[in-house]
């Protein structure tokens, strides 16, 4: 027995097999108008290009400025990791004789015992590393030369650093207790002294002594040296020894601090802001309130120089919204152009039966073309200028597919309301009036 539920069915499926062949001849239609848009645009070439020019400027800027915009934010967060985001340090620093005698009488520096002090009395420090620095003379190997320096490190240095080792091991407690000679070589020293590639188990002299290389550090690259006044990526170019090794066997220059640098790693999810100002408070306090250290909090130079980069991606935004929005006009201007050309096409168009919706949509769609070809224009354009910033200004970039999505998508959008109105003034046009005009 049939159902009173299949006649529904059958008017349904009817109904949608309907709905989908209006579908389909509405497709085929704007396709057909998107081939006379081509076919229209085509007769005009010089016209087309120059109005294309805002367009592929516009977008092509955009592009260009969010891959430069990324690629500076990746490459700073590279810089901040060699530094140790969650890391504070603090530097002694450099005065000449008659300043630096001044301070001596009243403080000695930087020293272990601040290290010691903060770590016990502070409770978001979590370790503590010193480092002090060696006045390099000589520097040279049975196979080569160089002209780094040589640092000494206590072994919490590398753990509060990124650097991993290409070779060997690092320090160890029974160097420091045993006054040991060995050295971990940064990647370009180990290429200097060693261009065989055979550092680990061999002797190196620095200055008067011979040290046993027993590690070579794998640095992460970072293309600029620089960040925000913070001299990075020296480590390549740097001897490691144990710090009680370079306290004992080696002179000092006199009235210089016993440690050049203590770097403090905080625990997790520490203020480094509130944690510079109580380290900076205890050191005031040991140091007779001398201004005798620097201190650099990189969390902070983080935040600097996202804000930076925010202001320029907004210039550079504004900027490539302008190119844009002239492209934009541009399309405007060409669309109302092509109205008055071809002002009898359309009334012979509306003599023979379309009807404004059809005119309206015959213009949309030429409008959106433009924008459409400015776009992929664009992105060819963008892509190209970005490799050219990169190559002549040693930028970093990095492609982002949001970019280009973004920019493409704005300039649609751009094309496609600066033809409205060019549309809706040829859909308007009356018929008679048109077909008399000259």
């Not at 354009?381 to 970019?403: M, N, P, R």
């Amino acid at each position: 027995m049939r159902t009173t539920t299949e006649p529904a069915r059958a008017i349904s499926s009817m109904a949608g097999k309907h709905h989908l062949s209006v579908l389909r001849s509405d497709l085929r239609a704007l396709l057909v108008t998107f081939r006379e848009a081509l076919a229209e645009l085509s007769q005009h070439k010089l016209r087309t290009l120059l109005t294309l020019l805002g367009m592929i400027f516009g977008v092509g800027a955009v592009i260009a400025m969010l891959n430069i915009g990324k690629g500076a934010e990746q490459e700073a967060l590279r810089m901040i990791e060699t530094m140790g985001l969650n890391n504070l340090i603090v530097k002694s620093t450099d005065l000449d004789n008659e300043d630096l005698y001044e301070q001596r009488k009243q403080t000695s520096g930087l020293s272990l015992r601040d290290a010691e002090a903060a770590l016990s009395t502070l409770p978001f420090i979590k370790s503590v590393a010193a480092q002090r620095a060696i006045d390099t003379y000589a520097v040279f190997s049975a196979t080569g030369k160089s002209t780094a320096t040589a640092t000494g490190v206590t072994p919490e240095y590398f753990q509060l650093t990124p650097f991993q080792l290409a070779g060997g091991r690092l320090f160890e407690d029974q160097d420091t207790q045993n006054l040991t000679q060995v050295a971990v070589l940064g990647e370009e020293v180990a290429r200097q002294l060693f261009p065989a590639g055979n550092a680990l188990g061999n002797q190196i002299k620095i200055n008067h002594l011979w040290f046993e290389v027993v590690g070579v550090l794998d640095s992460p690259f970072v293309q600029d040296s620089n960040f925000e006044g913070v001299q990075l990526g020296s480590e390549r170019e740097q001897i490691f020894i144990p710090f009680a090794t370079a306290t004992q066997r080696f002179s000092q220059k006199k009235l210089a601090p016993e440690v050049t640098e203590l770097k403090f790693e905080l625990i997790p999810e520490s203020d480094a802001q509130q944690a510079a100002r109580a380290i900076a408070h205890l050191l005031d306090r040991r140091h007779n309130n001398v201004d005798d250290y620097e201190l650099v909090v990189p969390a902070a130079l983080m935040a600097q120089k996202m804000e930076t980069q925010t202001i320029f991606n907004i210039v550079m935004s504004c900027v490539a919204g302008i190119s844009l929005l002239v492209g934009g006009i541009g399309i405007m201007n060409i669309m109302l152009a092509t109205v008055l050309e071809r002002t009898r096409e359309i009334g012979l168009l509306r003599a023979v039966g379309a009807t404004q919706k059809d005119i309206r949509n015959q213009y949309l769609v030429e409008s959106f073309t433009i924008a459409i070809l400015g776009g992929l224009l664009g992105i060819i354009f963008g892509v190209i200028l970005s490799e050219i910033i990169a190559l002549y200004a040693g930028w970093a970039i990095s492609w982002s597919l949001q970019a280009i999505l973004l920019s493409f998508t704005v300039c649609a959008v751009i094309g496609l309301l600066f033809g409205v109105y060019p549309a809706v003034k040829a859909s308007r046009l009356n018929p008679i009036e048109a077909l008399q005009s000259d």
